[in-house]
């Protein structure tokens, strides 16, 4: 199956700061999205980006697809920012999402 | 925008046990999926429908079952619960150009 790797596994940043989280994947991809896992457990949707550039607020990310990576860029970090980001790809009539094994993002105060 | 909702936060049972956890969308969307989150294996698929009465095995399907009756709702069945069961459950819903949407999950545990 395809094979998601994301960078880096652990990341503490001051209150403030920005960070840039990096997905790599194995093959072309239909879908890829970033989630954010709150420290409940509940993953909460990002961005849908298959490609191109997307912004909201303090996030944005970007996929090149033709290179089989996307970034997501959080800026002014906050506390609340901490939990785990992971990526997550499906393809075409595979009917599964594949997850990376995610970053484990820090906002100390 | 969609709404997945979980019926449980949290859930304790005893081994043996038929256990049912039930997930409700709102968006008329006619795909659904049951994943569990375990630490150090990540998400994996256990099953999911792609339309009413239909369903499909995922990557481990066994000791579960499913059921989808009307297009909004899809449960999770563990027959006979083990402890080997205990884990975050996730259902999701996704769309052709919109993304997979996750509930806010069921951390059950068996005793």
């Known amino acids: 199956g395809i094979q998601v790797e994301q960078s880096p596994p652990d990341l503490i940043l001051q209150e403030g700061a920005n960070s840039t989280l990096r997905c790599n994947f194995s093959?072309?991809?239909?879908?890829l999205q970033w989630f954010h896992q709150n420290p409940w457990g509940q993953l909460i949707n990002l961005f849908y980006?298959?490609?191109g550039t997307k912004q909201n607020g303090r996030l944005s990310a970007t996929t090149v697809a033709t290179e089989r990576y996307s970034l997501l860029y959080i800026s002014s970090s906050q506390t609340t920012d901490s939990g785990v980001y992971f990526c997550?790809?499906?393809?075409?009539?595979?009917?599964?999402?594949?997850f990376g094994t995610g970053t484990r993002l820090t906002v100390i105060p | 925008d969609v709404k997945v909702t979980q019926s449980s936060r949290y859930l304790v049972k005893r081994t043996g046990e038929k256990v049912f956890l039930e997930c409700v969308q709102d968006?008329?969307?006619?795909?659904m999926f049951w994943y569990r989150q375990d630490p150090g294996l990540g998400l994996r698929l256990i099953y999911f429908?792609?339309?009413?009465?239909?369903?499909e095995k995922g990557d481990i399907p066994e000791g579960y079952s499913v059921s989808r009756e009307k297009k909004e709702r899809f449960s999770l069945i563990l027959e006979s619960a083990s402890t080997n069961q205990t884990s975050m459950y996730l259902c999701?819903?996704?769309?052709?150009?919109?993304?997979?949407?996750f509930g806010s999950g069921t951390r059950l545990t068996v005793v």
């Open positions: 997550a790809v499906d393809q075409t009539g595979a009917n599964n999402l594949f």
């Open positions: 093959d072309s991809v239909n879908n």
């Open positions: 980006i298959p490609s």
């Open positions: 968006m008329d969307h006619e795909n």
């Open positions: 429908s792609y339309d009413v009465k239909m369903k």
């Open positions: 999701a819903t996704n769309r052709v150009a919109y993304g997979y949407t």
